[in-house]
């Protein structure tokens, strides 16, 4: 009888890991639509590329080696050879072929993140190279020191010292943000984004319907992406925690929306929908850090302090001509970098100092491994297309094809 208990917990710990893996998957979906929404016409195919080739890119580096360095686990080389599924110590009630999976879509999700705030002038192939080093080596070195448990450079391990990430607000999201912030000062700014005065001027994307329909995908895909992170949901304790993030994701990104609109409203007179937007995003951010210990209030709360900051932050990165075309560095990075300080208000088992240091350690690592893997790539082969080939839009040069080819007049 015993034994029966275990294994229907284990078949339904399995599926429900399989299943929010799947949503987190959908994330790819929903990142591909919103940038394909806010970049201009012209650039639209190259930005869809970009967004499935890095997720195959992600999976493929992860199987090969990230898995093993962020978990010290094997590669999934010696499943192919035979030896079954290879990977970190097993775990106790679901496969582990299942957690493997879980984790791949997450290195997806940070490249993903990159992929927005290079839009629109980055060759697609130095992308992808970037993409290769990311997901199999700079993303799984900062892992293994926080949902690894290795010691950081053999000093000292973040558990230790009061950090405390959930879902990744900072391991996904802030290791995304830092490594296209590097990327972007790299890369520099679209031409025609700033103005002889260094006055902003507006590129808006082309198609909101896709944006909206993005981040709806992003929304749904998130419950998964907290919810997953409980590990479980065949008992009783378990099935209550994964009910109670679920809410308060959802309650955070709301929260997040109805601040970042009315900030917009507040400060430009008009209700902009990619302020709204980013505000859903960064109440979603906001909570990933920790969404199983506060109240539904206090998730909305947490969500809409991070829909008011991405609206500051983006038009503080204007101002520093940071030209960002999605809005990524600042929903994901300094946002981000608030969900992980948030988390000690709810969660006594992590500390200020604690997230602090994390934090720290998080962004100087990839932020610095990243400037130096764009810089040897920018060496290599060039990272920023022709002038010419960015005015023409980025869909003929780096892809041969238009996405809206009956709309262009020849």
């Not at 499943?79 to 984790?103: K, L, R």
């Not at 448990?149 to 391991?171: C, E, K, N, P, Q």
């Not at 590990?231 to 709301?254: D, G, H, P, Q, Y």
Request: aromatic fraction near 12%; hydrophobic fraction near 55%; glycine fraction near 12%.
């Amino acid at each position: 009888m015993e034994n029966n208990i275990f294994e229907l917990q284990y078949a339904l710990d399995t599926f429900y890991f399989l299943v929010c893996g799947a949503l987190v998957m959908w994330m790819a979906a929903g990142f591909a639509m919103l940038e394909a929404g806010l970049v201009r016409s012209k650039n639209t195919t190259e930005i869809l590329t970009k967004n499935i080739a890095l997720y195959a890119v992600a999976c493929t580096m992860y199987m090969i080696c990230g898995y093993m360095i962020m978990y010290d686990g094997g590669t999934f080389l010696s499943g192919i050879m035979g030896d079954g599924v290879a990977g970190a110590e097993e775990p106790a009630t679901y496969a582990p072929s299942a957690d493997f999976f879980f984790q791949v879509v997450f290195v997806a999700t940070a490249m993903s993140i990159v992929s927005g705030a290079v839009a629109e002038r980055m060759k697609l192939w130095a992308f992808l190279l970037f993409a290769v080093v990311m997901t199999g080596f700079i993303y799984p070195m900062e892992g293994s020191w926080t949902w690894g448990g290795a010691s950081v450079f053999g000093m000292y391990t973040l558990g230790d010292l009061g950090f405390s990430d959930f879902a990744g607000s900072g391991i996904v999201h802030m290791a995304g943000a830092s490594a296209a912030l590097a990327g972007v000062i790299l890369l520099g700014a679209r031409k025609g984004k700033y103005d002889s005065e260094g006055k902003v001027v507006a590129m808006p994307g082309a198609n909101l319907p896709l944006a909206t329909l993005g981040t709806f995908i992003l929304w749904l895909g998130w419950f998964g992406f907290n919810g997953g992170s409980v590990l479980a949901t065949a008992s009783v304790e378990s099935a209550n925690s994964v009910a109670v993030v679920f809410m308060n994701t959802n309650a955070a990104a709301a929260g997040g929306l109805i601040a970042a609109l009315i900030l917009a409203r507040i400060m430009f007179g008009k209700a902009d929908i990619t302020m709204a937007l980013n505000g859903a995003l960064a109440g979603l951010v906001a909570i990933t850090a920790e969404p199983s210990t506060p109240s539904p209030l206090m998730a909305t709360i947490f969500g809409g302090l991070g829909g008011i900051l991405v609206v500051f932050s983006i038009i503080t990165l204007d101002k520093l001509k940071i030209d960002d075309p999605v809005g990524a560095i600042s929903v994901h990075g300094v946002v981000g970098l608030l969900g992980l300080l948030l988390v000690p208000i709810t969660n006594d088992g992590s500390s200020f100092s604690g997230q602090l240091i994390g934090a720290a350690t998080i962004f100087i690592w990839v932020f610095v491994a990243s400037f130096i893997t764009w810089m040897i790539i920018k060496m290599i082969m060039g990272i920023r297309v022709s002038d010419e080939d960015e005015y023409d839009g980025v869909d003929l040069s780096e892809c041969g094809m238009e996405a809206y080819p009956e709309f262009v007049t020849k």
